[in-house]
């Protein structure tokens, strides 16, 4: 991985209370690049993403930004910093009683001074490059699934962010709304130069569009690589994931549970 890092997550650990979440998370995010973070529900993927962006503090190690150490930096200055972020949030989260173009206007209402008519023009090129010119007085309500993810996509990316985060973008989409929001997600971040993190565990999708993947396990990192490389891993856990085989080190069967002795006992 490149040593011009827009972020750099060292030896991170957090827990809830005496539950431990993340257990000495090391990452390192390219300027430019895609990089996907995958593994099951439950499992940190979002955590990570919450700690990226300042929400969350390590109970050890440290995750920079930009070359600031997040937890480190003052409310002003997380602002500051949080302005030159996008968030895709799970199923898009538009505001139900605003337009499409209001959708997409608000960071731009929200954090600068441009007048209208220049908030206008800007709408309508992120609308554009989504391919949804002409539903910018459409309510939310009125838009399929896949639309109202490309809608939340112009939306996060209305101010031009340096990092983009995508938290489940493919979660409820069809076959064909999928691939189009996975293409959308790489052609953006190339076109914006931006650098983006997905939080996923769609992985063919994922690993049609991204530069490369950490996957997570328990809260710790248990396999990483380029596209290729995870398709040809070894480990016994990536190769399950990837391939959805039902048998290996994720069990079908409830650990605590035996179903045969139970039938011994009543018998």
Same mark, same amino acid.
């Given at each position: 991985?490149?040593?011009?890092?827009?972020?750099?997550?060292? *030896?991170?650990?957090?827990? =809830? %209370?005496?539950?431990?979440?993340?257990?000495?998370?090391?990452?390192?995010?390219?300027?430019?690049? #895609?990089?996907?973070?995958?593994?099951?529900?439950?499992?940190?993927?979002?955590?990570?993403?919450?700690?990226?962006?300042?929400?969350?503090?390590?109970?050890?190690?440290?995750?920079?930004?930009?070359?600031?150490?997040?937890?480190?930096?003052?409310?002003?200055?997380?602002?500051? $910093?949080?302005?030159?972020?996008?968030?895709?949030?799970?199923?898009?989260?538009?505001?139900? %009683?605003?337009?499409? =173009?209001?959708?997409?206007?608000?960071?731009?209402? /929200?954090?600068?001074?441009? +007048?209208?008519?220049?908030?206008?023009?800007?709408? $309508?090129?992120?609308?554009?490059?989504?391919?949804?010119?002409?539903?910018? *007085?459409?309510? +939310?309500?009125?838009?399929?699934?896949?639309?109202?993810?490309?809608?939340? @996509?112009?939306?996060?990316?209305?101010? *031009?962010?340096?990092?983009?985060? =995508?938290?489940?973008?493919?979660?409820?989409?069809? +076959?064909?709304?999928?691939?189009?929001?996975?293409?959308?997600?790489?052609? @953006?971040?190339?076109?914006?130069?931006?650098?983006?993190?997905?939080?996923?565990?769609?992985?063919?999708?994922?690993?049609?569009?991204?530069?490369?993947?950490?996957?997570?396990?328990?809260?710790?990192?248990?396999?990483?690589?380029?596209?290729?490389?995870?398709?040809?891993?070894? /480990?016994?856990?990536?190769?399950?994931?990837?391939?959805?085989? $039902?048998?290996? +080190?994720?069990?079908?069967?409830?650990?605590?549970?035996? =179903?045969?002795?139970? #039938?011994?006992?009543?018998?």
């Amino acid at each position: 991985m490149s040593s011009q890092a827009l972020v750099e997550i060292r *030896d991170v650990n957090f827990a =809830y %209370d005496n539950r431990p979440i993340l257990k000495g998370i090391n990452m390192t995010f390219p300027r430019g690049k #895609l990089i996907a973070i995958m593994g099951l529900s439950g499992c940190g993927k979002t955590t990570i993403l919450r700690h990226i962006s300042g929400v969350l503090k390590p109970t050890r190690g440290y995750v920079k930004v930009d070359g600031q150490v997040m937890h480190e930096l003052s409310q002003d200055n997380l602002y500051r $910093m949080r302005r030159k972020m996008g968030m895709l949030f799970q199923f898009g989260a538009l505001f139900t %009683d605003m337009t499409v =173009y209001d959708n997409v206007a608000f960071q731009m209402r /929200e954090h600068t001074d441009l +007048p209208e008519d220049i908030i206008r023009d800007l709408v $309508m090129m992120k609308l554009h490059a989504v391919g949804l010119y002409g539903t910018q *007085d459409l309510m +939310p309500a009125e838009l399929s699934g896949g639309m109202a993810r490309r809608v939340a @996509l112009a939306r996060t990316v209305a101010l *031009d962010p340096m990092l983009i985060m =995508y938290d489940e973008p493919f979660a409820g989409l069809d +076959p064909i709304s999928l691939t189009v929001v996975g293409n959308l997600i790489r052609r @953006l971040n190339n076109a914006l130069g931006a650098t983006s993190v997905l939080v996923t565990h769609d992985v063919q999708e994922s690993l049609k569009v991204v530069d490369y993947v950490y996957f997570v396990s328990n809260g710790a990192i248990i396999a990483e690589g380029t596209a290729d490389e995870i398709r040809a891993s070894d /480990e016994a856990f990536v190769r399950q994931f990837v391939h959805g085989e $039902m048998d290996g +080190p994720i069990p079908f069967h409830y650990p605590d549970g035996d =179903y045969n002795k139970d #039938l011994n006992l009543r018998a």
